[in-house]
């Protein structure tokens, strides 16, 4: 009898919330990802993200001993500056593969988005 509640209880469920092969593959509305600025630079520096899939990248600088006081993405005409120890997010949508740069604010620092 327990089996047979069981598997009617499955069949329900099926039939009220069907799950095709296009919603299980179905891509994420976002990625996210977090570098930290520390002594040693960015960690990590080389962030792999989705073409065509938002991406919100967190930057934390965690020290004075850098001169990365701002983000900069150039490829993405994005520019925010790195208070100490507090998050910032920036957000943005890579639509073409490729590699694509970023950079402190004097140019001396720099990681690489590498988007598949």
């Not at 919603?23 to 990590?44: H, L, N, W």
């Not at 998050?87 to 639509?95: D, G, L, Y």
């Given at each position: 009898?327990?089996?047979?509640?069981?598997?009617?209880?499955?069949?329900?469920?099926?039939m009220l919330?069907?799950?095709?092969?296009?919603?299980?593959?179905?891509?994420?509305?976002?990625?996210?990802?977090?570098?930290?600025?520390?002594?040693?630079?960015?960690?990590?520096?080389?962030?792999?993200?989705?073409?065509g899939?938002?991406?919100?990248?967190?930057?934390?600088?965690?020290?004075?001993?850098?001169?990365?006081?701002?983000?900069?993405?150039?490829?993405?005409?994005?520019?925010?500056?790195?208070?100490?120890?507090?998050?910032?997010?920036?957000?943005?949508?890579?639509?073409?593969?490729?590699?694509?740069?970023?950079?402190?604010?004097?140019?001396?620092?720099?990681?690489?988005?590498?988007?598949?």
């Amino acid at each position: 009898m327990r089996k047979t509640i069981s598997c009617a209880a499955v069949v329900c469920w099926l039939m009220l919330f069907p799950v095709s092969d296009r919603d299980a593959m179905a891509k994420p509305r976002s990625q996210f990802v977090q570098v930290k600025i520390t002594e040693r630079g960015y960690e990590p520096i080389n962030l792999k993200l989705r073409k065509g899939i938002r991406a919100q990248v967190t930057f934390v600088r965690t020290t004075e001993a850098t001169c990365a006081k701002e983000i900069v993405l150039p490829d993405f005409s994005i520019m925010r500056a790195l208070p100490l120890n507090q998050p910032v997010v920036v957000s943005f949508t890579p639509m073409k593969r490729g590699a694509y740069s970023f950079v402190c604010g004097m140019n001396m620092m720099s990681g690489q988005l590498i988007v598949q």
